[in-house]
């Protein structure tokens, strides 16, 4: 049985209720009125420009995880990949960006050691 929020249209007062299919709204608990409206639900509504904006923000994510981890190939291969089946200016222009961005030459990349100490037995 799911939960339902509703609304009274006599008092204004907002309620929660379990309902089975098939059964009629229930009456309000402070006002007794039968005239009360279903509400959506914060949880059960979702609408198409949330999930387009989800995607975006996990594609951008990933690409600056590719950045950080110094994978700039990888970031650009996925941001042309997403570009094609994601169009949006962000993805766009951070793909364009990368895209011009030139390699540069003379760097290094150290790693760290892992020194391991061996305590003395008693």
């Not at 995607?55 to 995880?65: G, M, Q, S, T, Y």
């Not at 042309?80 to 962000?90: L, W």
């Not at 364009?96 to 760097?107: F, I, N, Q, V, W």
Request: glycine share 4%; proline share 6%.
């Amino acid at each position: 049985m799911p939960i339902y929020e509703f609304s009274c249209e006599v008092c204004g007062h907002f309620f929660e209720s379990l309902i089975k299919a098939g059964e009629d709204f229930p009456a309000c608990p402070q006002c007794g009125s039968r005239q009360v409206l279903k509400v959506p639900s914060i949880f059960s509504f979702r609408d198409a420009s949330s999930t387009r904006a989800a995607r975006e923000k996990a594609i951008l994510k990933r690409a600056r995880d590719y950045l950080i981890d110094g994978k700039y190939k990888d970031a650009q291969r996925f941001l042309e990949k997403a570009k094609e089946f994601h169009p949006t200016d962000r993805i766009k222009r951070l793909s364009d960006a990368l895209s011009e961005r030139k390699p540069t030459s003379g760097y290094f990349v150290s790693k760290p050691e892992l020194v391991i100490t061996k305590k003395k037995g008693s």
